[in-house]
């Protein structure tokens, strides 16, 4: 009995590693990659019309390049296979030191280095079959976020602190385990509703206090928690409450809907919020046990932590992984993020260049 739990927990852990990977680029790659991210950023940036095509035809290029190793890898990740891949040996985009304080939002976002990290993320997204997007009712339809502690909540005060913070990669509050919003469903639209991110990227503009990224694989915890309580996380037996990033006026609060669901292509798609999710008051004693043992698994977890940079980025699968981060410390900490789209997501298109789908 103890040889089996043994074997259990090894197994657990083996599941962990193989789900978190990293691409390493070799130095003329990463140069190829760093021009073809300066083309980009001098038209906008990936939301300029174009840059769809523009980082569709620098990946083909980049592809010509990679070992076969190297071309595994990124389909592994493009065939839903791995949690999170890590991109590593990318070039620094600029060796000028954070300032005093965090600028404001608009004049960051117009930043020439801004953009080129925008422009990289959405390359490297490409590189594994992932399409950049933003939703129409989130972040005013842009593609490029900057997470950063623009509306307090940090562990210092900012100028003009709010009394609410709102829980938001905007603010600086810890944010618990999640995936992306919106939650109706992870793969297919269902109802006028497009589905989940199926992957977000994320960059590092400045990082002085080397603050980490968490990430959670799930395949291990639904491992543990075994077949029956993953069963009743697939009813539509849940509820979630509108996520604070969503344009004013748009989005709702959510009820009947599943945890996990089956899906063809890409196995088991989870869509989960440890602070914004809930169990119906009317659901089984099944549904109800399944649901605390996905919540105690989560907690128990021991997340990934990788220190993002302007030398790396991580590519996140949002509906295989979730992500969580500890109160930002550091106020001049931005990090840079675009959501993908993969080859098996079907959404409610709205236009094609630049992406926006409805949420």
């Known amino acids: 009995m103890t040889d089996a739990v043994k074997q259990d927990i090894g197994a657990a852990e083996f599941f962990a590693e193989e789900e978190i990977r990293t691409f390493d680029f070799d130095s003329q790659q990463s140069t190829l990659l760093h021009k073809f991210a300066e083309e980009l950023a001098a038209i906008g940036g990936p939301q300029a019309p174009g840059a769809k095509s523009k980082a569709s035809l620098a990946a083909d290029q980049l592809m010509l390049s990679f070992s076969k190793d190297q071309c595994e890898l990124l389909g592994a990740y493009s065939d839903g296979f791995v949690s999170a891949l890590i991109f590593e040996g990318l070039q620094k985009i600029t060796h000028a030191r954070p300032p005093i304080e965090l600028p404001d939002l608009t004049s960051l976002e117009n930043r020439y280095d801004v953009l080129c990290l925008a422009a990289r993320n959405q390359i490297l997204l490409k590189l594994v079959d992932n399409n950049a997007f933003a939703y129409d009712m989130d972040n005013e339809g842009k593609l490029v976020r900057l997470v950063a502690n623009f509306r307090g909540g940090g562990l210092i005060k900012i100028n003009a602190e709010p009394q609410i913070k709102e829980l938001s990669s905007h603010s600086g509050l810890a944010l618990g385990p999640h995936t992306e919003a919106p939650y109706w469903c992870a793969v297919n639209a269902k109802d006028g509703h497009s589905p989940s991110p199926s992957s977000l990227i994320l960059s590092a503009l400045w990082n002085p206090s080397l603050e980490p990224t968490r990430v959670i694989p799930l395949l291990p915890i639904l491992e543990r928690i075994g077949v029956t309580n993953c069963l009743a996380l697939t009813t539509g037996n849940f509820q979630f409450s509108r996520s604070d990033s969503f344009v004013s006026g748009k989005g709702a609060d959510g009820r009947n809907v599943s945890i996990l669901e089956f899906d063809d292509k890409v196995g088991f798609a989870a869509r989960f919020n440890s602070y914004r999710f809930s169990v119906n008051d009317n659901a089984s004693a ?45 106020n001049r900490r931005v990090l840079v993020r675009i959501f993908g789209l993969s080859k098996f997501s079907s959404p409610v298109v709205i236009s094609e260049d630049p992406l926006l789908l409805q949420g």
Not at 287 to 304: D, F, I
């Open 286 to 330: 099944f549904v109800k046990t399944a649901y605390t043992a996905l919540c105690q698994g989560v907690g128990e977890a021991t997340p990934a932590e990788y220190t993002l940079t302007q030398e790396s980025a991580m590519a996140i699968n949002n509906v295989r992984a979730l992500h969580c981060r500890d109160v930002i410390k550091d």
